[in-house]
């Protein structure tokens, strides 16, 4: 874990430089209050220079930038990309597809990773609790290309069930991750 032992007052951020008290982020990944304030900095806009961040952190640059790539290294910062407005690339329709299987062996459910794979319009894909084994988020430019989308994906592995919502209005959409539990 990194520390700081500079004696400077709270940045603007509430963050006391002196501070070596370490956080969990994830599982058994170990930041600090001012690796934690970092990450939302990159969370909020990734583009910002590193002099910015270390401006806002209260940190020069070189530990700064020393603290980016040891969360880099240690898998908390896992890329850097560009946010597409999906409306923009012609992907108006967003489909919640919700599948059951009657097979739950490893060979089916290698079968299925491998399957999700080739289709980008498979945005999201999870193994679920409950009544739903499955669940995708589709992106597609309308429901002709959904349902172009629903018959390749059934024509490359069979499913027990496909059942499938489609969002009328997008309520709430972030990328970045709440660090409250940190």
């Not at 430089?17 to 990944?29: C, E």
């Not at 999201?124 to 349902?147: C, H, I, N, Q, W």
């Amino acid at each position: 874990m990194v520390g700081v032992t500079k004696s400077h007052p709270e940045s603007e951020f509430g963050i006391e430089q002196h501070s070596r008290v370490p956080l969990i982020l994830g599982t058994f990944i170990y930041v600090d209050a001012i690796d934690k304030k970092i990450v939302q900095l990159l969370q909020d806009d990734a583009s910002r220079s590193t002099r910015e961040i270390a401006d806002l952190v209260g940190l020069s640059s070189t530990p700064c930038w020393r603290r980016i790539q040891q969360l880099k290294d240690r898998g908390v910062i896992t890329g850097h990309v560009a946010l597409v407005d999906p409306r923009s690339v012609n992907l108006a329709l967003t489909a919640l597809v919700l599948i059951r299987t009657s097979e739950h062996n490893a060979a089916w459910t290698d079968r299925l990773i491998d399957t999700l794979s080739e289709f980008d319009e498979i945005v999201e894909a999870f193994r679920t609790s409950g009544e739903t084994d499955y669940l995708l988020k589709v992106l597609v430019p309308d429901m002709d290309a959904y349902d172009s989308f629903y018959q390749r994906l059934i024509e490359r592995i069979d499913l027990y069930d496909v059942r499938t919502t489609f969002v009328m209005e997008e309520m709430k959409r972030t990328t970045s991750l709440s660090l409250d539990y940190v």
